[in-house]
């Protein structure tokens, strides 16, 4: 349902192959925590956009600010995100909620909705995973940021938190 996204994010982050193959593990994980979590097909539709356009800002910030930190990407994330999914069409029902998405997936108060939730619990699940970091980091990830059953159970199962 998501190639032509898909298709255009790849696009748009053409010779980055790090960051291409860093948004398709988080939209995969978003797609199963969420799907086994019990979202809706339209707040399906929102997070699977979401989470493959979620670090679409990093590029803008490089290139502007010569930084792609967290604030920089939800800032510039969402109006870059709304003209892709505009280009590619079919996502007119989901763009609003997918930028807000974007524009939060740093942010860990006040989350808004399971979709939220999800988004940034699959980029944990991925982020711990390819910046190499160790157990408490993980633990500290566990503890502070996932919430769902389903997230917490891939970080364990993946991370072996349960054997330890």
Request: hydrophobic share 40%.
């Amino acid at each position: 349902m998501h190639e032509k996204l898909i298709s255009a994010a790849i696009e748009y982050d053409r010779g980055d192959a790090k960051r291409i193959q860093h948004f398709i593990k988080v939209y995969q994980f978003a797609a199963l925590i969420g799907s086994e979590e019990g979202l809706s097909d339209t707040e399906m539709k929102a997070l699977s956009a979401a989470a493959i356009l979620h670090d679409i800002g990093i590029r803008e910030g490089e290139r502007l600010y010569c930084r792609c930190d967290g604030e920089i990407q939800e800032r510039l994330g969402p109006d870059i995100a709304k003209q892709i999914m505009a280009a590619v069409g079919g996502y007119e029902d989901v763009a609003e909620r997918a930028a807000q998405l974007i524009g939060r997936h740093h942010t860990y108060t006040d989350i808004d909705g399971a979709d939220c939730q999800i988004l940034i619990e699959a980029d944990f699940l991925v982020n711990l995973y390819e910046d190499g970091c160790g157990a408490d980091a993980i633990k500290s990830a566990r503890e502070k940021i996932l919430r769902t059953k389903t997230g917490t159970s891939l970080l364990d199962t993946m991370f072996s938190l349960k054997e330890q």
